[in-house]
């Protein structure tokens, strides 16, 4: 029986071994050294948040592995022998695989900053990163300030999770806005004021230095460029994940930044895959990073090697770009492309709309000369993603997009909606006289 062994029990890993065992009878085996069972690692935050207990977080029973003769190793791999098929733990074991898909995820960047690696230093990605925030900052009395350095989402989740104990958080951010090179402008402005409102320090411009111990080797205090001293118990390190694939360096795999593969998720070893977070296209598909640390690209690329190792070679196409996340008590969508300042397309330009008391917004761009549309920021509002993708395919102009835009709204019976105030600030923009439509449940659920 063909063996298939799987390192990593994140989305992509378990993903890749529930397909597997939908289409095949073969021999599947876990390896991982996080968790005994897989669960929902962007949910992590509500556990210390107190929302949820950490047994809420696996989606599957724990008889659900053996009923579906998936077969768990609690284990860290220290090297994979491609000369004889086999997986090396450190603990002595040997495993030996027919075909081998690499799922180990990411981990917490770090750049070299004196003090990085003391007692109460850490990012946010896994189940022990959770359990050691719970012990060194149980509350504000044992963590009197903590330090969140990067403004990317892994940092504002943890901000958020620090207030939910009232304990004091200053926040880091090297750049003029947050997160102002992915969001645009008047987006990442927004989120500074909401930032501030939840009575978190923000610090614009402003870059770590060095982490300070106390005589117990834990951390004291942070220095910044901007020449300050700001005593801390804890600092939170989020400025950005890379992929987690140090065991691999002698391997024979091809790696770059990540585990090199092709749009079928081969590596260029025969028989052995790379799927989710560490792995890196040769050729990024569009405009796409060649690495992208996103949770539903993981299980897309989960699904389709499933199907490649079952015999019915698939290529990965992730399809249009999407993505979704929380700023706080802000919900955030982003559909096709929506470049910050940072990068942004010469022929990309941008309809921003702002409601005038509450953070609601949206920013449209499209293409300067033909109009078509090329993507959509909202936040505070919720879109249907198969009406947007469609006008994605479709390469429809704005003004289509506008017209129709009743019908992309998903937001529940008895929210306001605000499709006649967005209209009305592009036509006076943009001196058109443009008029919504009603919503039409035929053409949302259109396939033409």
Request: aromatic share 10%; hydrophobic share 40%.
């Amino acid at each position: 029986m063909e063996h298939i062994v799987i390192i990593g029990n994140g989305i992509a890993g378990i993903t890749a071994a529930r397909h597997i065992r939908k289409q095949s009878d073969k021999k599947i085996t876990v390896i991982s050294s996080e968790s005994d069972h897989f669960f929902s690692r962007t949910a992590l935050m509500y556990v210390y948040m107190g929302h949820m207990k950490f047994d809420h977080l696996k989606p599957y029973e724990d008889w659900f592995w053996k009923k579906n003769r998936i077969a768990l190793i609690n284990g860290l791999v220290v090297r994979v022998d491609i000369s004889n098929n086999t997986i090396h733990l450190q603990d002595s074991q040997e495993v030996p695989y027919d075909k081998l898909i690499i799922a180990t995820g990411s981990k917490t960047s770090k750049y070299g900053w004196p003090g990085q690696d003391l007692l109460g230093v850490q990012g946010l990605y896994s189940k022990q990163d959770l359990e050691t925030m719970e012990a060194l900052a149980p509350n504000k009395e044992i963590c009197t300030r903590a330090v969140i350095v990067g403004g990317g989402l892994i940092g504002i989740e943890m901000a958020e999770m620090l207030r939910s104990r009232d304990i004091p958080v200053t926040f880091l951010v090297r750049e003029d806005s947050y997160w102002s090179n992915v969001l645009p402008l008047g987006e990442s402005q927004m989120i500074n004021e909401h930032i501030l409102e939840h009575h978190i320090d923000l610090r614009l411009s402003t870059n770590l230095v060095s982490i300070i111990p106390d005589e117990f080797g834990r951390v004291k205090a942070v220095t910044t460029d901007n020449g300050e001293t700001i005593a801390c118990n804890f600092v939170g390190l989020a400025p950005g994940v890379t992929p987690n694939i140090d065991f691999l360096k002698d391997s024979g795999i091809t790696l770059g930044k990540g585990v090199k593969v092709n749009q079928f998720l081969e590596t260029n070893i025969p028989n052995i895959y790379a799927i989710g977070d560490c792995a890196e296209q040769h050729q990024a598909i569009g405009n796409r990073r060649a690495i992208e640390a996103v949770w539903y690209t993981g299980r897309m690329m989960g699904e389709v090697v499933a199907q490649t190792v079952c015999g019915n070679k698939m290529p990965y196409n992730p399809g249009h770009w999407f993505n979704s996340a929380k700023f706080l008590d802000i919900e955030y969508q982003t559909y096709g492309w929506v470049h910050g300042n940072k990068g942004k397309p010469a022929e990309e330009t941008h309809f921003h709309w702002r409601h005038e008391k509450e953070k609601i917004c949206i920013t449209m761009a499209f293409h300067k000369d033909s109009k078509q549309f090329l993507g959509i920021n909202t936040f505070g509002i919720r879109m249907r993603h198969d009406v947007i993708d469609r006008w994605l395919t479709e390469k429809r102009a704005i003004d289509h997009v506008l017209i129709h835009l009743k019908d992309a709204n998903f937001d529940p019976e008895f929210y306001k909606s605000y499709e006649a105030a967005i209209i009305s600030s592009y036509n006076k923009e943009y001196n058109t006289s443009l008029r919504p439509k009603k919503k039409s449940w035929k053409r949302i659920f259109s396939n033409a």
